[in-house]
Protein backbone atom coordinates (compact mmCIF):
# COMPACT_ATOMS: atom_id res chain seq x y z
CA UNK A 1 0.00 0.00 0.00
CA UNK A 2 3.27 2.47 -0.26
CA UNK A 3 1.34 3.90 -3.35
CA UNK A 4 -1.52 4.80 -0.71
CA UNK A 5 0.77 6.50 1.61
CA UNK A 6 1.06 8.89 0.02
CA UNK A 7 -2.00 10.29 -0.63
CA UNK A 8 -4.41 12.35 1.72
CA UNK A 9 -7.37 10.66 2.59
CA UNK A 10 -10.25 11.90 4.19
CA UNK A 11 -12.73 9.78 6.63
CA UNK A 12 -16.42 11.09 6.84
CA UNK A 13 -16.61 10.37 10.58
CA UNK A 14 -15.05 11.01 14.40
CA UNK A 15 -15.60 7.41 15.01
CA UNK A 16 -12.53 6.05 16.73
CA UNK A 17 -13.20 2.46 15.32
CA UNK A 18 -13.53 3.65 11.76
CA UNK A 19 -9.87 5.87 11.98
CA UNK A 20 -8.65 2.87 13.58
CA UNK A 21 -9.36 1.12 10.66
CA UNK A 22 -8.17 3.24 7.71
CA UNK A 23 -4.95 3.24 9.87
CA UNK A 24 -4.61 -0.40 9.59
CA UNK A 25 -5.57 -0.13 5.84
CA UNK A 26 -3.35 2.16 5.19
CA UNK A 27 -0.46 2.75 7.39
CA UNK A 28 -1.57 6.69 7.36
CA UNK A 29 -3.77 8.92 9.60
CA UNK A 30 -7.07 9.75 7.83
CA UNK A 31 -8.45 13.57 7.91
CA UNK A 32 -11.37 12.85 9.92
CA UNK A 33 -14.67 14.69 9.71
CA UNK A 34 -18.03 13.89 10.23
CA UNK A 35 -20.48 14.73 8.25
CA UNK A 36 -24.11 13.08 7.33
CA UNK A 37 -24.53 9.82 5.88
CA UNK A 38 -27.85 10.71 4.67
CA UNK A 39 -29.51 7.63 5.34
CA UNK A 40 -31.12 6.10 8.85
CA UNK A 41 -29.29 5.80 12.27
CA UNK A 42 -29.53 2.17 11.61
CA UNK A 43 -29.43 1.35 8.40
CA UNK A 44 -31.19 -2.07 7.65
CA UNK A 45 -30.82 -3.25 4.39
CA UNK A 46 -27.41 -3.64 2.36
CA UNK A 47 -28.80 -0.56 -0.28
CA UNK A 48 -29.02 1.35 2.57
CA UNK A 49 -25.79 0.82 4.31
CA UNK A 50 -24.12 1.26 0.71
CA UNK A 51 -25.90 4.39 0.13
CA UNK A 52 -25.01 5.48 3.34
CA UNK A 53 -21.22 5.22 2.38
CA UNK A 54 -21.03 6.96 -0.71
CA UNK A 55 -22.99 9.44 0.72
CA UNK A 56 -20.39 10.27 3.57
CA UNK A 57 -17.05 9.47 0.82
CA UNK A 58 -18.32 12.33 -1.42
CA UNK A 59 -19.41 14.82 1.46
CA UNK A 60 -15.98 14.54 3.12
CA UNK A 61 -14.01 14.80 0.09
CA UNK A 62 -16.31 17.80 -0.83
CA UNK A 63 -15.58 19.22 2.70
CA UNK A 64 -11.87 18.73 2.58
CA UNK A 65 -9.99 19.97 -0.44
CA UNK A 66 -6.82 18.71 0.17
CA UNK A 67 -8.13 15.65 0.25
CA UNK A 68 -7.02 13.25 -2.53
CA UNK A 69 -9.71 10.30 -1.64
CA UNK A 70 -12.91 10.49 0.56
CA UNK A 71 -13.57 7.38 1.99
CA UNK A 72 -17.11 6.57 3.89
CA UNK A 73 -17.75 3.88 6.00
CA UNK A 74 -21.03 2.59 7.11
CA UNK A 75 -22.17 -0.51 9.16
CA UNK A 76 -25.44 -1.67 8.44
CA UNK A 77 -27.54 -5.19 8.97
CA UNK A 78 -29.54 -6.97 5.92
CA UNK A 79 -32.04 -10.07 6.01
CA UNK A 80 -31.04 -12.92 4.28
CA UNK A 81 -34.30 -14.60 3.21
CA UNK A 82 -33.24 -16.77 0.13
CA UNK A 83 -30.98 -19.21 2.39
CA UNK A 84 -30.91 -18.75 5.42
CA UNK A 85 -33.49 -16.37 7.20
CA UNK A 86 -30.57 -14.83 9.21
CA UNK A 87 -29.77 -11.15 10.15
CA UNK A 88 -26.09 -10.44 9.21
CA UNK A 89 -24.21 -7.37 9.75
CA UNK A 90 -22.21 -5.75 7.57
CA UNK A 91 -19.29 -3.40 7.24
CA UNK A 92 -19.25 -1.29 3.97
CA UNK A 93 -16.25 0.99 2.51
CA UNK A 94 -17.33 4.07 -0.71
CA UNK A 95 -14.10 5.18 -1.59
CA UNK A 96 -14.59 8.64 -4.03
CA UNK A 97 -11.70 10.32 -5.61
CA UNK A 98 -13.93 13.11 -7.59
CA UNK A 99 -14.32 10.88 -10.65
CA UNK A 100 -14.37 7.39 -9.95
CA UNK A 101 -16.64 5.82 -6.98
CA UNK A 102 -15.54 2.19 -5.74
CA UNK A 103 -16.85 -0.22 -2.81
CA UNK A 104 -15.32 -2.39 -0.39
CA UNK A 105 -17.50 -5.03 1.35
CA UNK A 106 -16.04 -6.39 4.78
CA UNK A 107 -17.03 -9.40 6.36
CA UNK A 108 -21.07 -10.73 6.72
CA UNK A 109 -21.43 -11.58 10.12
CA UNK A 110 -24.41 -13.56 11.17
CA UNK A 111 -25.97 -12.08 14.44
CA UNK A 112 -28.71 -13.29 16.62
CA UNK A 113 -32.27 -12.91 14.92
CA UNK A 114 -33.50 -11.33 18.42
CA UNK A 115 -31.09 -8.81 18.34
CA UNK A 116 -32.23 -7.12 14.86
CA UNK A 117 -35.92 -7.74 15.71
CA UNK A 118 -35.47 -5.80 18.80
CA UNK A 119 -33.80 -2.65 16.46
CA UNK A 120 -36.96 -2.91 14.13
CA UNK A 121 -39.35 -2.60 17.23
CA UNK A 122 -37.16 -0.11 19.31
CA UNK A 123 -36.22 2.35 16.26
CA UNK A 124 -32.87 1.96 18.05
CA UNK A 125 -29.07 1.56 16.80
CA UNK A 126 -27.54 -2.00 17.10
CA UNK A 127 -24.57 -0.13 19.22
CA UNK A 128 -27.39 0.73 22.42
CA UNK A 129 -28.19 -3.02 22.15
CA UNK A 130 -24.36 -3.96 22.50
CA UNK A 131 -23.45 -1.05 24.87
CA UNK A 132 -26.69 -2.79 26.52
CA UNK A 133 -25.33 -6.38 26.24
CA UNK A 134 -22.13 -5.80 26.90
CA UNK A 135 -22.83 -3.56 30.13
CA UNK A 136 -19.94 -0.79 28.25
CA UNK A 137 -20.67 2.87 26.80
CA UNK A 138 -19.40 3.41 23.26
CA UNK A 139 -19.06 -0.34 21.83
CA UNK A 140 -19.51 1.70 18.63
CA UNK A 141 -16.18 3.31 18.87
CA UNK A 142 -14.41 -0.19 20.05
CA UNK A 143 -14.94 -3.46 19.31
CA UNK A 144 -18.54 -3.32 18.41
CA UNK A 145 -20.80 -6.04 17.44
CA UNK A 146 -18.01 -8.23 16.48
CA UNK A 147 -16.14 -8.02 19.65
CA UNK A 148 -18.65 -8.99 21.88
CA UNK A 149 -20.11 -12.14 19.55
CA UNK A 150 -16.97 -13.48 18.61
CA UNK A 151 -15.11 -12.69 22.51
CA UNK A 152 -12.77 -10.47 21.18
CA UNK A 153 -11.44 -12.56 18.67
CA UNK A 154 -12.46 -10.15 15.78
CA UNK A 155 -12.79 -6.59 15.80
CA UNK A 156 -14.92 -3.66 14.29
CA UNK A 157 -11.50 -2.11 13.28
CA UNK A 158 -10.42 -5.08 11.92
CA UNK A 159 -13.40 -6.41 9.77
CA UNK A 160 -13.49 -2.06 8.17
CA UNK A 161 -9.73 -2.38 7.62
CA UNK A 162 -10.97 -5.27 4.86
CA UNK A 163 -13.82 -3.00 3.31
CA UNK A 164 -11.09 0.10 3.67
CA UNK A 165 -8.18 -2.61 1.63
CA UNK A 166 -10.97 -3.84 -1.27
CA UNK A 167 -12.34 -0.16 -1.52
CA UNK A 168 -8.69 1.12 -2.61
CA UNK A 169 -7.06 -1.59 -4.38
CA UNK A 170 -8.42 -0.41 -7.80
CA UNK A 171 -7.29 3.14 -7.05
CA UNK A 172 -3.68 1.21 -6.56
CA UNK A 173 -3.18 -1.63 -8.51
CA UNK A 174 -2.32 -1.42 -12.37
CA UNK A 175 -4.45 -4.16 -12.63
CA UNK A 176 -7.23 -1.63 -12.66
CA UNK A 177 -6.11 1.21 -14.42
Not at 56 to 63: D, I
Not at 79 to 96: E, G, I, K, P, R
Not at 97 to 119: C, H, W
Not at 127 to 146: C, F, P, Q, W
Request: glycine share 10%; aromatic share 8%.
Amino acid sequence: MQEQQAKRIALGTTNQAKRAAVVLATGSEPICLSVPSGVSDQPMSEAETIQGAINRAKRVFEAVPEAEIGLGLEGGLTYDDVHTNQWYLLSVCAAWDGQRLLIGKGLYFPIPNEVAEKLGQEGTELRHIIDELSGTVGSNHKEGAYGLFTNGRITRAAIFSEAVIAALTPFQSPFYQ
